[in-house]
């Protein structure tokens, strides 16, 4: 059976020298990330953002988990889009194995939390789900002050209608601390709008890398199906036959749309496809339109 729940945040909180209370906030990837750096010492923890609480900055900090764990062959799934949503089970499962992997790989030591988080606030993480920042917003005032405020003002003669107005200093520095609590949180949406375009653009970039080799292979099997006929190699035929199944395989909602079967270029092994005289490949079907 693994580690509890308090066992594992009681750990966290000493190796890396955090505050957590909650096993889902390892869902922000940050704390992850620097398990495996007290392992491996390469994370660029620098790229690893401990204030976050926006889904997207989640994903940054997974991608560099992605990254290490490539890096160093481990072939543990990483079950990203069930870790960002911050659920209890999800994240104590992975945590437990976390926990097991760094028993079994970590080489001892004093491990500077602290200093290879190169002085960013790890101290306490930011709340899980987006809620407000830890130590802001604005002090209330107790109700039993406000109620004794209340109770002096009702009991008061009615010369308080001479009381002085708020004087113009008084406003002008609450406008003043408004319009800059504005800047603050314009400056701020700016940024994450900055990172989520750059996270994007980082993700189009490695979809169009795959989808680029995915394109080279379709367009060496079409080359291969116009100029070879089955006879003259049946094993390498129906090998590209299967090949071919794969890349035009679809699933619901991701249908391709309907083009001409005759510039496919499938080959003989694939249900349904023969070839012309010319030892061109076409769908069966199409016979009835001659």
């Not at 909180?13 to 922000?28: A, F, P, R, Y």
């Not at 390469?42 to 990254?67: G, H, T, W």
């Not at 911050?86 to 001892?108: I, M, S, T």
Request: hydrophobic share 35%.
């Amino acid at each position: 059976m693994g580690e509890s729940r308090q066992e594992l945040i009681g750990w966290l909180n000493q190796l890396l020298h955090l505050q957590l209370t909650k096993v889902e906030q390892c869902g922000t990837g940050a704390p992850l990330c620097q398990v495996f750096d007290s392992i491996y010492g390469d994370v660029p923890m620098s790229r690893v953002k401990f204030d976050c609480n926006a889904e997207y900055q989640y994903l940054a900090n997974f991608k560099i988990l992605q990254n290490t764990f490539a890096k160093h062959g481990i072939t543990q799934g990483l079950p990203v889009e069930r870790l960002v949503k911050c659920r209890f089970q999800d994240n104590l499962e992975f945590l437990q194995w976390v926990k097991r992997y760094w028993d079994a790989y970590y080489p001892g030591g004093e491990y500077d939390a602290v200093g290879r988080r190169a002085g960013k606030p790890g101290g306490v993480l930011a709340p899980v789900g987006g809620g407000g920042s830890v130590g802001g917003g604005t002090r209330r005032v107790p109700s039993s002050t406000a109620s004794r405020s209340t109770t002096s003002a009702t009991r008061a003669p009615s010369s308080t209608s001479t009381a002085r107005a708020p004087s113009a200093s008084s406003t002008a520095a609450a406008s003043t601390a408004a319009l800059q609590k504005a800047q603050l949180e314009v400056k701020s949406l700016t940024t994450q709008l900055t990172e989520s375009h750059d996270l994007i653009a980082s993700l189009e970039r490695e979809r169009d890398f795959y989808f680029g080799k995915l394109r080279d292979i379709e367009v060496l099997v079409q080359e291969y199906a116009a100029t070879v006929r089955p006879e003259e190699a049946p094993e390498v035929t129906t090998l590209v036959g299967k090949v071919q199944g794969i890349l035009y395989e679809t699933e619901e909602g991701f249908e391709a749309p309907e083009t001409e079967t005759e510039e496919e270029g499938l080959v003989e092994g694939v249900e349904g496809i023969a070839f012309d005289e010319n030892g061109a490949a076409y769908a069966e079907e199409d016979l009835e339109t001659f």
